[in-house]
Nanobody, 115 residues
Framework: VQLVESGGGSVQAGDSLRLSCAAS????????MAWYRQTPGKERELVAL???????GYADSVKGRFTISRDDAKNTMYLQMNGLKPEDTANYYC??????????WGQGTQVTVSS
């Protein structure tokens, strides 16, 4: 499975961005998909998760501002990010879990939020 993220960029605080993650496989068959983010010197952290049945989960820091979704017809996952804050600045990665022991990662897309 190949995952390609897009949609990152440089924005001002309060702006919105929508990240996309295009998968080479059938997203409807994945156990789950998720967005992670990472800043230099820190561990990669889970931002949002969507499981096969459609249930979603979010990190406390983004609840109410970010929305994860998936379009299985397009084999694409999205992260709508509203009310962006400087602390949201990070490299955002897409993850697909195809089984309990197998995951794939995208190459990342940079999001920079200035105050």
């Amino acid at each position: 499975v190949q995952l390609v993220e897009s949609g990152g960029g440089s924005v001002q605080a309060g702006d919105s961005l929508r990240l996309s993650c295009a998968a080479s496989g059938s997203t409807s068959s994945f156990v789950s998909m998720a967005w992670y983010r990472q800043t230099p010197g820190k561990e990669r952290e889970l931002v949002a998760l969507i499981v096969r049945g459609g249930t979603t989960g979010y990190a406390d820091s983004v609840k109410g501002r970010f929305t994860i979704s998936r379009d299985d017809a397009k084999n694409t996952m999205y992260l709508q990010m509203n009310g962006l804050k400087p602390e949201d600045t990070a490299n955002y990665y897409c993850q697909a879990r195809v089984s309990l022991v197998t995951t794939f990662w995208g190459q990342g897309t940079q999001v920079t939020v200035s105050s």
